[in-house]
């Protein structure tokens, strides 16, 4: 079973990847968090195949996160979903993202992303 861990601040678009994403909940074990600072607690104490994450987040921000978990779990994919870049975010999170993939995305195209990281 894969496993995918979701990060984003704001928890209505949480719930929205939860219900976007329901009729895969028997082959993904899917966890949702609304922090940086959870996931890495999360990842610290489970392993994840993939982790998708929001850039602009309170804290510390999406290229910040994927950063450390490159650092500390590099075989988890690492697949960055966001409405917001600007080309300084982009240069930031192109060396430690797999997939960067833009708010709204279609299930399809965030189904295909994580299989292919998780593959």
Same mark, same amino acid.
């Given at each position: 079973? =894969?496993?995918? $861990?979701?990060?984003?601040?704001?928890?209505? !678009?949480?719930?929205?990847?939860? +219900?976007?994403?329901?009729?895969?909940?028997?082959?993904?074990?899917?966890?949702?968090?609304?922090?940086?600072?959870?996931? $890495?607690?999360?990842? *610290? &104490?489970?392993? %994840?195949?993939?982790?998708?994450?929001?850039?602009?987040?309170?804290?510390?921000? *999406? @290229?910040? $996160?994927?950063? /450390?978990?490159?650092?500390?779990?590099?075989? =988890?994919?690492?697949? !960055? !979903?966001?409405? %917001?870049?600007?080309?300084?975010? /982009?240069?930031?999170?192109?060396?430690? @993202?797999?997939? +960067?993939?833009? &708010?709204? +995305?279609? @299930? =399809?195209? $965030? +189904?295909?992303?994580?299989?292919?990281?998780?593959?």
């Amino acid at each position: 079973m =894969t496993r995918v $861990l979701f990060v984003d601040d704001e928890r209505m !678009l949480l719930n929205a990847l939860k +219900c976007m994403l329901r009729g895969i909940r028997r082959e993904w074990h899917m966890v949702f968090v609304d922090s940086g600072e959870a996931a $890495l607690s999360e990842l *610290g &104490k489970n392993a %994840y195949d993939v982790i998708v994450t929001d850039m602009r987040m309170p804290q510390m921000d *999406g @290229a910040e $996160l994927l950063r /450390r978990v490159a650092e500390q779990w590099p075989d =988890t994919g690492r697949v !960055l !979903l966001s409405g %917001y870049t600007d080309e300084d975010a /982009r240069e930031r999170v192109a060396n430690v @993202a797999h997939a +960067c993939l833009d &708010k709204p +995305c279609p @299930a =399809t195209e $965030l +189904c295909a992303a994580i299989e292919q990281q998780a593959a």
